[in-house]
């Protein structure tokens, strides 16, 4: 990996939703240009701990964040953190494809307008055509932008989802099984997005795909009942995994 510091880094996060404890001492750091996979079996914590990279789980009422996260060295859960700033530093694709009920327009404009990093209608033209193309969508609807984002199919709209996210120019992109609800082909195409935007952004993913993870990640962490059991190098966790429990879980003996 690169010699430049970490983009993000996590120390010993804990996250309590009420008193139970979904993530316990958890440290990973995400570099500048790599995609990081975060595996594991259903409720192991990996998408808890995706949210606390954003501030997300502030959303939820019970939920309680420990430890340390930063982003270029910056604490992001200090009091002056700004979290919709952060938010738009670190951009989230969900599970489900969420277009705005807007036009496919104004899911992208949507948030360079809010940030106000449009000086003007030809601006904002550029901003939206760029995001789309970055997307890989601008061919698909460049003659019909004005039709409503709902109306494409889901693998278009996770696209736009993702173009809606790099529309305010973050700098980490973080997705939570984005293609969880999509067939073959989307996938594809989202694993083919998810090649080009490296370097470009580092970029974190929860996948329950492990060939997903195999295929688009330079390092893999896997999560296990709330704790990172390996963090590694993608290549050495699914061919030489240092843990048993990683290689059980690899091999699909649980899971």
Not at 234 to 250: A, L
């Amino acid at each position: 990996m690169s010699n430049t510091p970490p983009k993000m880094t996590a120390s010993h996060v804990t996250v309590h939703y009420g008193t139970k404890r979904a993530i316990d001492d958890v440290s990973i750091d995400i570099d500048q240009d790599e995609v990081v996979a975060f595996i594991g079996p259903s409720g192991c914590g990996k998408s808890t701990f995706l949210r606390t990279l954003n501030r997300m789980n502030d959303t939820v009422a019970s939920a309680r964040v420990e430890g340390d996260i930063r982003l270029d060295g910056h604490d992001i859960y200090a009091p002056d953190m700004d979290v919709v700033q952060l938010r738009a530093r670190v951009g989230m694709v969900f599970q489900k494809p969420n277009p705005f009920p807007k036009s496919i327009y104004e899911n992208v404009a949507y948030g360079p307008r809010i940030h106000g990093l449009a000086q003007s209608k030809s601006d904002m033209d550029g901003i939206v055509e760029r995001s789309l193309t970055r997307a890989g969508l601008w061919a698909e609807v460049k003659d019909r932008l004005s039709d409503s984002g709902t109306a494409l199919s889901g693998g278009q709209q996770q696209r736009l989802c993702i173009a809606r996210a790099i529309a305010v120019d973050p700098e980490v992109i973080l997705m939570d099984e984005p293609c969880s609800a999509l067939d073959p082909i989307a996938t594809a195409k989202i694993e083919e997005l998810i090649h080009e935007l490296r370097g470009r952004y580092a970029i974190a993913i929860v996948t329950h795909n492990m060939q997903q993870a195999a295929r688009v990640s330079q390092r893999t962490a896997f999560f296990h009942l709330g704790t990172l059991v390996e963090f590694g190098r993608t290549s050495d966790i699914f061919t030489n995994p240092r843990q048993e429990r990683t290689k059980d879980y690899i091999t699909g003996r649980y899971g």
